[in-house]
């Protein structure tokens, strides 16, 4: 079965730092890996997806980028956060029947 | 027009009753049908998925897909406050993306 890890867990950063949020995945191999952004209160907003390594499809234009290196790592990034980029950021990979497993997400709070 | 639609709630039951949550989807050619539970504070996790019209009964967790009128609902029976949580509703077009729904909050009361 899939495991996926993210790090790290909890983060307050102030406006104009960068990001890395880093997510890896065990038990399956050439995976479909998504970016799910969600702020207080919201559903889940797909930022990112991709269908292998360094294959990267983004859904809106915003303040972040993704980066997929490895088969089974899948990175998140910003040069300079925004107060509108606070929320809780999951990391998810496509099973073979279609739906998505989670990873314990990250919580990023920018001041 | 939203892709995947859930009233929004809150929605309170009483212990032992029936939540019925729904949900609505706009495009015809959807094709899975997920819904998810998610505790505050955390990622959500699947209980439920149905692919084909009529309903779909796993413990005390019933699912309901209806292609023609675009609707999907899960019924949750004897609900327990263990329940008590943001239920999402997401439709998979078969490409590679899940569209989800703002999600309905239950509170179970004892």
């Known amino acids: 079965s899939q495991t996926i890890h993210q790090w790290p867990a909890t983060l307050v950063q102030p406006v104009g730092s960068p990001l890395s949020l880093e997510c890896t995945v065990e038990?399956?191999?050439?995976?479909?890996l998504y970016w799910y952004r969600q702020a207080a209160g919201r559903g889940l907003q797909l930022l990112f997806y991709?269908?292998?390594?360094?294959?990267i499809s983004s859904e809106v234009p915003q303040n972040l980028s993704a980066s997929r290196p490895q088969d089974r790592q899948f990175i998140l990034s910003s040069k300079k956060l925004l107060l509108s980029d606070s929320g809780f950021y999951l990391c998810?990979?496509?099973?073979?029947?279609?739906?998505?497993?989670f990873g314990e997400g990250s919580r990023l709070t920018v001041l | 027009q939203k892709e995947v639609e859930q009233n929004s709630g809150p929605l309170s039951v009483p212990e032992g009753a029936i939540a019925s949550l729904n949900c609505t989807y706009s495009?015809?050619?959807?094709?899975?049908f997920f819904w998810y539970r998610q505790y505050s504070g955390k990622s959500p996790e699947l209980i439920m998925s149905?692919?084909?019209?009529g309903d779909k009964e796993d413990g005390r967790f019933t699912a309901q897909l209806n292609k023609a009128s675009q609707y999907v609902s899960l019924l949750i029976r004897d609900s327990q406050p263990s329940d008590s949580a943001t239920y999402l509703c997401?439709?998979?077009?078969?490409?590679?993306?899940?569209?989800f729904g703002a999600g309905t909050t239950v509170t179970v009361r004892a």
């Open positions: 997401a439709v998979n077009k078969n490409d590679y993306k899940l569209s």
């Open positions: 038990g399956t191999s050439n995976p479909n």
């Open positions: 998810a990979c496509a099973l073979n029947t279609g739906e998505l497993f």
């Open positions: 991709s269908v292998g390594i360094g294959q």
């Open positions: 495009d015809r050619v959807s094709q899975s």
């Open positions: 149905i692919y084909s019209n």
